[in-house]
T-cell receptor, first 112, second 118 residues
Framework: DAKTTQPNSMESNEEEPVHLPCNHS???????IHWYRQLPSQGPEYVIH???SNVNNRMASLAIAEDRKSSTLILHRATLRDAAVYYC?????????????FGQGTTLQVKP | EAQVTQNPRYLITVTGKKLTVTCSQN?????MSWYRQDPGLGLRQIYY???????DKGDVPEGYKVSRKEKRNFPLILESPSPNQTSLYFC?????????????????FGPGTRLTVL
């Protein structure tokens, strides 16, 4: 199974951009890249996902390397509410497993 | 309100006493899944279900059972709990299985069940 590698922790100042990296060097051609985050004492929540092209939504942007072996979640202006654990996840675009592979997650601290 | 609910939210039990953690979703989702979360290990998938009567093992299925008799419910059963099953458990659902790779496979997570087995 393809796995992801993320830094254990990162810090950011409030209202500054944050770039959260994820390595997935063994990704297969049909794996989608998903990002979820987990706020304290809550279940994970969806942030964004993509396959090959960069993606934007109201929460964040996802930049995917051309070789797809890495990706970066971009929070354009971090707020205190963005302090959470961010998970980079690969899901299969073919096959019949439906299995999600969670990375270890990056704990993001946002300083006022 | 669209949501995934779990019950109980907190449970303390003793080794060997069978228990069931319920999970229910009101979004008519096909795909449901159970995870456990442990310090330093992140979230690990226990079992998942692609649809009614279709279940399969995730990464850590030992000691657990599931059933999917109805689309909305996906209970997690611990026939003989042991202390190493002390953990935080999350149920999740999505309209379609993640493999489809569209917005329909966004997973919605429940609030979690904190289980302690003494």
């Amino acid at each position: 199974d393809a796995k992801t590698t993320q830094p254990n922790s990162m810090e950011s100042n409030e209202e500054e951009p944050v770039h959260l990296p994820c390595n997935h060097s063994t990704i297969s051609g049909t794996d989608y890249i998903h990002w979820y985050r987990q706020l304290p004492s809550q279940g994970p929540e969806y942030v964004i996902h993509g396959l090959t092209s960069n993606v934007n939504n109201r929460m964040a942007s996802l930049a995917i390397a051309e070789d797809r072996k890495s990706s970066t979640l971009i929070l354009h202006r971090a707020t205190l509410r963005d302090a959470a654990v961010y998970y980079c996840i690969l899901s299969r675009g073919s096959g019949n497993t439906g299995k999600l592979i969670f990375g270890q997650g990056t704990t993001l601290q946002v300083k006022p | 309100e669209a949501q995934v609910t779990q019950n109980p939210r907190y449970l303390i039990t003793v080794t060997g006493k069978k228990l069931t953690v319920t999970c229910s979703q009101n979004m008519n989702h096909e795909y449901m899944s159970w995870y456990r979360q442990d310090p330093g290990l992140g979230l690990r998938q226990i079992y998942y279900s692609m649809n009614v009567e279709v279940t399969d093992k995730g990464d850590v299925p030992e000691g657990y059972k599931v059933s999917r008799k109805e689309k909305r419910n996906f209970p997690l059963i611990l026939e003989s709990p042991s202390p190493n099953q002390t953990s935080l458990y999350f149920c999740a659902s999505s309209l379609r299985p993640p493999r489809r790779g569209t917005s329909t496979d966004t997973q919605y997570f429940g609030p979690g069940t904190r289980l302690t087995v003494l």
